[in-house]
């Protein structure tokens, strides 16, 4: 039979009948349809794929590992894995396991061409086609972003646990702080009570000797009263003046002692200061009239100025 009379189905010329032609087709479909299968999935994975062969050469790559090596992939095919991972020695060794049937998983440093430092993890797996071994297929992930967040979460960790203890001691300083402010409390509470004991002790003082000195105080008023009315043209000018300042000095410490009473007593009632509207020249007046003679006797005036002025 002539080419031209060969049957032909959708530009496939067959050598026997057409049966067997239709079925030839439709294994040439099925491995062209698992072909783009396979190479859809293979390109559309995100991770970097690599195609091994026996011959330790690269065979098939997906854009992912174009990118991920910073090579075009006309460059990765047909390169050997110590092209693309030199001085490399677990690699290899990994590859031999891996075309012996046994999974291999490893991790490694790689220096990409532009310089770039990557943490790589690579995944081997045996690729078998019918029943016989035709190579590796290398899985490849980068791991530094995953490796550059366990250092960020490594090292808010240690920020974290460093604060926690900054805390802590900010907290026992704290309570060391509040232990000794109780204490410097509690002393002080013992001191006031002490005071308050001295100050009740020197009021009792005051109070017990404002009233020893209260009797002879009226005694002595009442003989001094007594004297300056019953003794007038009996004795001179000079006497009448002692007289009159022991009168006085009896008068001022009479009102001392009458003084220290009343803070006696404001000490056991308490009190309420009261304000109220005082006429100033009339006091002022009668302390300048009470004290004329003594400071007559050292030469001395006491001036209230214009007492007309005087509001």
Known sequence: MAASERPQIEGVYCLSGRDECLREQQRVDALELSESRYHSLFEALT???????????????????????????EELLGASLQDLFPDQLPVEQAYRRALQG?????????????????DLSLQLSTIIAGAEVSGV?????????DKARQH??????ADLQASHLALEEKARALEESQRQLQQAMDRQEKDNAELRDIDRLKTDFIGLASHELTTPLTFLLGALEYLTESLPGRIDEDERSLLDYAMQGSQRLA???????????????????QRE????????????????????????TLCLGDEQQWP
Do not use: W
Not at 137 to 145: K, N
Not at 152 to 157: D, F, G, K, V
């Open 152 to 157: 960020e979460r490594a090292q808010l960790y």
């Open 277 to 300: 509207m005082v006429a100033l020249l009339p006091f002022l007046t009668h302390i300048r009239d009470r004290f004329k003679k003594v400071l007559a006797e050292r030469g001395l």
């Open 137 to 145: 297929l290398i899985v490849v992930r980068d791991l530094s972003p």
């Open 102 to 118: 046994v999974e291999q998983v490893l991790e490694l440093p790689f220096a990409r061409p532009d310089g770039q430092l990557l």
């Open 255 to 273: 009102d001392i002692v009458e003084n220290m009473l009343a803070i006696v007593r404001l000490d056991a009632e308490g009190f309420i200061p």
């Open 47 to 73: 991770d970097a794929l690599l195609s091994i062969g026996r011959d330790g050469k690269i065979r098939r790559v997906n854009r992912a590992c174009g990118q991920l090596f910073d090579r075009s992939v």
